[in-house]
């Protein structure tokens, strides 16, 4: 490589060194670590996959995205030269490399047991071959002193082999919690409160064990009180692909559910969020020390006894599928101490605010080059690139609780279409009604059908709506009520010819035509004004009726 560098390239660095990926979840920690070289052209890095493992898929993909020009085939290996190699995988061939090997978590500690692919039994994740460490070529960093101890009792060769730098994920989420309503608004989360579900993966994870979850969760949460997000771990992307996981979530995706990518946005999502629903994965150990209300869906066996993430499942409390979910996360989040954990995330994180510079230092040190005289940044959590879909059906329940205001709860309805979820609870309000309404948007046919109100969120001018209000109404027989937006408010058509007018500057269309119908079916529909409360917002709208030609008013 070096032989390359000076014959065709332009920066003549001094170093190279090989990142050497093996799934996606290594491949997203070693991009993380890229930046430690920033700006500094005396350092070259090189790419590799070994992809022996069942969860190198996608790994290609995800280093083109993230511009990596070109991958050294790693058959290849042997012919070439680096300086140093970086792994985030204790499982790579060590023996195809013959420079000396830094090997990064890519979770917090060596906390559970894994299937071992050499054989029927079972390893301690992030824990490299005895073999290898015996080689004297490979230092397995650590995120805190208490993890040479353990692993040392599991192999006494990795004595002399290990360096403590702290955990750069966690300096990063610290440092971004100023941001807070920065991700918020980019997760469209508003006043709601953010619910976050993190599952690892295999049988015993919170999705392996509790599938439906999401769906509960959003079948029975008001979506104007509460948002749910999910981070699925990247083996789950991997083994069943993108389009399958999203095929399985699909309707829960259509309820509201924000299903996070694979390879960024989880740490932002985190420091948005109001309370997080995790297992034995890592993320549980982060909420956990950020002092977020947490409670466990899942916590499986294959965790190592007598770490930290043992004790989290022993102490946290436990998310149980036989009583309400929502009375369960107001209960933990009302009587939350956020210094709970502090004790036990002590164990995990040393060094905190300055695991950057040592783990920068520690590669300078291997690479036998002085370290840049400036402090590494300190780079902010990576924005969630999401595409917000709204919801396009909801059921929704409504109550004047006086004259003029209605109370408004609603549900999606895409969280009712498989049985296992739990139906929604009716609003303990007065005379409580429930309606379907449907926007133009909503891929289901068979609810656009069953509709007693469409809409059509879209703003257009009052003509064109005037004339899809009608159009509708003629399409769907089963509809009672059109209503689309228009400029400052909507228009409404009735079924018995009634047309309707709201004023309400920027309100969302669906919400206002489930406002008319309320007004509608309590027989209190006429011009004036109303009060729609709903979530933590109150709109004031007002109504102006229109009988239909030829009749009086």
Same mark, same amino acid.
């Given at each position: 490589?070096?032989?390359?560098?000076?014959?065709?390239?332009?920066?003549?660095?001094?170093?190279?060194?090989?990142?050497?990926?093996?799934?996606?979840?290594?491949?997203?920690?070693?991009?993380?670590?890229?930046?430690?070289?920033?700006?500094?052209?005396?350092?070259?890095?090189?790419?590799?996959?070994?992809?022996?493992?069942?969860?190198?898929?996608?790994?290609?993909?995800?280093?083109?995205?993230?511009?990596?020009?070109?991958?050294?085939?790693?058959?290849?290996?042997?012919?070439?030269?680096?300086?140093?190699?970086?792994?985030?995988?204790?499982?790579?061939?060590?023996?195809?490399?013959?420079?000396?090997?830094?090997?990064?978590?890519?979770?917090?500690?060596?906390?559970?047991? #894994?299937?071992?692919?050499?054989?029927?039994?079972?390893?301690?994740?992030?824990?490299?071959?005895?073999?290898?460490?015996?080689?004297?070529?490979?230092?397995?960093?650590?995120?805190?002193?208490?993890?040479?101890?353990?692993?040392?009792?599991?192999?006494?060769?990795?004595?002399?082999?290990?360096? #403590?730098?702290?955990?750069?994920?966690?300096?990063?989420?610290?440092?971004?919690?100023?941001?807070?309503?920065?991700?918020?608004?980019?997760?469209?989360?508003?006043?709601?409160?953010?619910?976050?579900?993190?599952?690892?993966?295999?049988?015993?994870?919170?999705?392996?064990?509790?599938?439906?979850?999401?769906?509960?969760?959003?079948?029975?949460?008001?979506?104007?009180?509460?948002?749910?997000?999910?981070?699925?771990?990247?083996?789950?992307?991997?083994?069943?692909?993108?389009?399958?996981?999203?095929?399985?979530?699909?309707?829960?995706?259509?309820?509201?559910?924000?299903?996070?990518?694979?390879?960024?946005?989880?740490?932002?999502?985190?420091?948005?969020?109001?309370?997080?629903?995790?297992?034995?994965?890592?993320?549980?150990?982060?909420?956990?020390?950020?002092?977020?209300?947490?409670?466990?869906?899942?916590?499986?066996?294959?965790?190592?006894?007598?770490?930290?993430?043992?004790?989290?499942?022993?102490?946290?409390?436990?998310?149980?599928?036989?009583?309400?979910?929502?009375?369960?996360?107001?209960?933990?989040?009302?009587?939350?101490?956020?210094?709970?954990?502090?004790?036990?995330?002590?164990?995990?994180?040393?060094?905190?605010?300055?695991?950057?510079?040592?783990?920068?230092?520690?590669?300078?040190?291997?690479?036998?080059?002085?370290?840049?005289?400036?402090?590494?940044?300190?780079?902010?959590?990576?924005?969630?690139?999401?595409?917000?879909?709204?919801?396009?059906?909801?059921?929704?329940?409504?109550?004047?609780?006086?004259?003029?205001?209605?109370?408004?709860?609603?549900?999606?309805?895409?969280?009712?279409?498989?049985?296992?979820?739990?139906?929604?609870?009716?609003?303990?309000?007065?005379?409580?009604?429930?309606?379907?309404?449907?926007?133009?948007?909503?891929?289901?046919?068979?609810?656009?059908?069953?509709?007693?109100?469409?809409?059509?969120?879209?703003?257009?001018?009052?003509?064109?709506?005037?004339?899809?209000?009608?159009?509708?109404?003629?399409?769907?027989?089963?509809?009672?009520?059109?209503?689309?937006?228009?400029?400052?408010?909507?228009?409404?058509?009735?079924?018995?010819?009634?047309?309707?007018?709201?004023?309400?500057?920027?309100?969302?269309?669906?919400?206002?035509?489930?406002?008319?119908?309320?007004?509608?079916?309590?027989?209190?529909?006429?011009?004036?004004?109303?009060? #729609?409360?709903?979530?933590?917002?109150?709109?004031?709208?007002?109504?102006?009726?229109?009988?239909?030609?030829?009749?009086?008013?």
């Amino acid at each position: 490589m070096g032989a390359d560098e000076g014959r065709w390239g332009t920066f003549d660095c001094e170093r190279t060194v090989l990142f050497v990926a093996r799934t996606m979840t290594s491949a997203i920690r070693l991009l993380e670590a890229w930046d430690i070289f920033r700006g500094d052209f005396r350092v070259k890095v090189v790419f590799t996959v070994d992809d022996t493992s069942r969860f190198s898929t996608g790994v290609p993909a995800l280093l083109r995205t993230a511009g990596v020009p070109e991958v050294l085939p790693w058959e290849n290996l042997r012919e070439a030269s680096f300086d140093l190699a970086v792994s985030a995988s204790e499982n790579i061939d060590f023996s195809a490399v013959k420079s000396r090997t830094v090997v990064l978590p890519h979770g917090l500690g060596f906390n559970k047991y #894994v299937p071992d692919v050499r054989g029927s039994g079972t390893r301690l994740a992030g824990l490299p071959p005895a073999e290898a460490l015996r080689s004297g070529r490979v230092v397995v960093v650590l995120s805190h002193p208490e993890q040479e101890h353990q692993l040392r009792a599991a192999c006494p060769e990795i004595a002399g082999h290990t360096a #403590v730098t702290g955990d750069p994920t966690y300096d990063r989420l610290l440092a971004s919690e100023g941001l807070r309503d920065r991700y918020r608004l980019r997760l469209g989360t508003g006043n709601r409160r953010l619910i976050l579900l993190s599952s690892t993966w295999r049988a015993e994870s919170q999705l392996g064990r509790w599938r439906t979850l999401p769906l509960q969760l959003l079948a029975e949460l008001p979506a104007d009180e509460y948002q749910v997000a999910a981070v699925l771990h990247p083996n789950i992307w991997a083994w069943y692909g993108e389009a399958q996981v999203r095929t399985w979530f699909a309707d829960a995706v259509e309820a509201g559910l924000v299903l996070l990518p694979p390879d960024q946005g989880w740490q932002a999502a985190l420091v948005a969020a109001d309370q997080v629903v995790g297992d034995h994965g890592s993320m549980s150990l982060h909420a956990a020390a950020l002092g977020k209300p947490l409670l466990l869906a899942a916590y499986g066996t294959e965790v190592v006894p007598g770490t930290p993430i043992d004790e989290l499942g022993r102490t946290a409390g436990h998310l149980d599928p036989r009583h309400g979910l929502r009375e369960q996360l107001d209960k933990a989040a009302a009587t939350h101490d956020p210094r709970r954990f502090d004790g036990l995330t002590a164990r995990v994180f040393a060094h905190v605010g300055d695991s950057t510079r040592r783990l920068r230092d520690l590669l300078y040190a291997e690479l036998d080059l002085a370290p840049p005289r400036a402090d590494p940044p300190l780079l902010r959590a990576a924005d969630a690139e999401i595409e917000l879909r709204p919801v396009t059906a909801f059921d929704v329940y409504t109550a004047f609780t006086d004259a003029t205001t209605i109370t408004m709860v609603r549900h999606p309805r895409a969280a009712r279409r498989v049985a296992e979820a739990a139906p929604a609870d009716e609003p303990v309000v007065r005379e409580t009604v429930r309606h379907l309404i449907v926007d133009e948007e909503e891929l289901d046919l068979r609810l656009t059908q069953n509709a007693s109100v469409l809409t059509r969120r879209l703003t257009t001018d009052v003509d064109t709506t005037t004339a899809w209000t009608a159009t509708m109404l003629r399409n769907f027989p089963g509809a009672i009520m059109a209503a689309a937006g228009v400029p400052g408010g909507c228009r409404a058509l009735l079924r018995d010819g009634r047309r309707v007018d709201v004023a309400a500057g920027k309100t969302d269309a669906m919400v206002l035509a489930s406002a008319i119908y309320a007004a509608l079916l309590a027989e209190r529909l006429t011009d004036g004004p109303l009060i #729609v409360r709903l979530g933590a917002g109150e709109f004031p709208l007002s109504v102006t009726v229109t009988p239909p030609a030829g009749r009086p008013a």
